[in-house]
């Protein structure tokens, strides 16, 4: 019989590996991995939960999940502009209110997908509906242009899923590097902040899969490298179902000490 998800997260938790890479199959339960994982980390908590404060968090994870957090508004019947909403917690509040990464995010999307795609991040303004008032926060919502060059320029564009995912992607892999660099000074009285002193663990699941082949390389390449500057105690566990990105990963951290699971599917039909 196989192991349970959580005796797998229990083995991730007790491994004391930097970074830990997994393999496995669509449908073999690396979602469901991942909040066991986060569950163990921070009982009763999760990581993105609005009434934890940031400075306590003890893991950042990206997943399905995190991409929950932003959805697309569509009201075609009113005419109404089509805008990728964000629903505010303590880690976009960082990158984008107290950090003001919101370039570094709009880079980051451009370098993986087209440098003529543009992000928009809405200033905060008032929103008037049945004779209510309610102000609507800066950066909670986005909308999307493509320059094409000669002052010519498409406005208030739907990007596909897989643009999408990049730009969560971009978020993510922007605050990641705002954390390792802080975490980098190994004097905590000298970080320029102790929001992430109590930050132990990044669990990353299956980022930006939909990909073309090089820019799928490039994104491993880069995360790797971030990782390897990583010279704090935090750790990384990172599964993926997509072949190349695990051989990419797994070349990368050769000279890193990790460990390896591969999760086949025929050995995760009897996890409960």
């Known amino acids: 019989?196989?192991?349970?998800?959580k005796e797998i997260a229990q083995e991730l938790k007790d491994s004391g590996k930097k970074v830990q890479l997994i393999y496995a199959f669509n449908g073999t339960g690396k979602t469901r991995l991942s909040r066991e994982f986060i569950e163990l980390i921070a009982p009763?908590?999760?990581?993105?939960?609005?009434?934890i404060d940031l400075a306590d968090k003890k893991i950042i994870y990206y997943n399905a999940f995190t991409e929950d957090l932003f959805y697309w508004d569509n009201d075609l019947a009113n005419d109404i502009t089509p805008k990728l909403r964000i629903q505010p917690n303590v880690f976009t509040h960082w990158?984008?209110?107290?950090?003001?990464?919101?370039?570094r995010i709009i880079e980051n999307f451009q370098h993986y997908t087209d440098a003529k795609l543009t992000p928009h991040f809405n200033a905060p303004y008032i929103l008037r509906d049945n004779g209510t008032k309610k102000t609507v926060p800066a950066f909670t919502e986005v909308t999307f242009s493509y320059e094409r060059g000669n002052d010519e320029r498409s406005d208030n564009i739907k990007i596909s899923k897989g643009?999408?995912?990049?730009?969560?992607?971009?978020?993510?892999?922007?605050l990641l590097e705002q954390v390792v660099n802080v975490l980098n000074?190994?004097?905590?009285?000298?970080?320029?902040?102790?929001?992430?002193?109590?930050?132990?663990?990044?669990?990353?699941?299956?980022?930006v899969s939909s990909l073309d082949e090089n820019h799928l390389i490039e994104l491993a390449v880069n995360l790797a490298q971030l990782i390897k500057e990583s010279k704090s105690d935090l750790k990384f566990v990172i599964t993926t179902h997509n072949p190349l990105f695990y051989n990419v990963l797994h070349n990368e951290f050769k000279k890193v000490t990790f460990k390896k699971y591969f999760l086949k599917k025929r050995k995760m039909d009897n996890i409960t």
């Open 44 to 51: 009763k908590s999760d990581a993105d939960t609005e009434g």
């Open 1 to 5: 019989m196989g192991k349970s998800l």
């Open 185 to 207: 000074v190994p004097d905590e009285s000298d970080r320029e902040t102790h929001q992430f002193d109590h930050l132990e663990y990044v669990f990353i699941d299956d980022p």
């Open 95 to 103: 990158v984008f209110v107290d950090q003001g990464q919101d370039s």
């Open 163 to 174: 643009e999408e995912s990049c730009f969560i992607w971009s978020v993510f892999i922007s």
